[in-house]
């Protein structure tokens, strides 16, 4: 039986028992691998394949943009927001926003490093890019600061 690819994603933190922790909150599972100086998960849903790569500091030239976790199922972003809520973690929802051509609802977190994930549900297709305007601090996904979109 073959599985379905997933993503890599390969981090740069600061501190690495602080962030194992963020991220076991956020997929809501427990690493597959822990080592002093790395860690790694592998959850099934959703299929990624995360490892976090201690360093002595993060830089904007080592940030990205931000990360997301699609999720199928309104009922299934609920249970991610009760989750991270429910962490104490800072979230900033988003309902029936256009984004990246699609209509979409979202909640927006940060790691311990700044990194910005977003998890969210495409409820639709839409005929513009944005519903935000154009202009000098534009940006159709935000985060706690202003970045490039998408």
């Known amino acids: 039986m073959s599985r379905n690819p ?3 994603v390969a981090l740069n933190v600061t ?7 963020f991220y076991r909150t956020l997929l809501g ?12 998960f592998e959850p099934e ?3 990624v394949h995360l490892s976090l790569n201690p360093v002595a500091e993060t830089t904007n ?3 990205v943009s931000h990360f997301g976790v699609q999720v199928w199922s309104a009922g299934e972003l609920e249970v ?12 900033t929802p988003e309902d029936g926003v256009t984004c990246c051509y699609a209509v979409q609802d979202k909640v927006w977190v940060e790691d311990p490093d700044g990194n910005s994930w977003e998890v969210f549900l495409s409820k639709a297709d839409a005929a513009v890019h944005s519903d935000r305007q154009a202009g000098p601090d534009f940006d159709c996904c935000p985060t706690t600061e202003s970045k490039s979109c998408c």
């Open 6 to 8: 997933r993503v890599h």
């Open 15 to 21: 501190n690495l028992d602080e962030s194992i922790a």
């Open 29 to 40: 599972t427990e690493p597959s691998k822990i080592q002093p100086d790395y860690a790694k």
């Open 45 to 47: 849903s959703p299929p």
């Open 61 to 63: 030239e080592t940030r």
């Open 80 to 91: 991610v927001r009760q989750r991270l809520g429910d962490a104490g973690l800072t979230l």
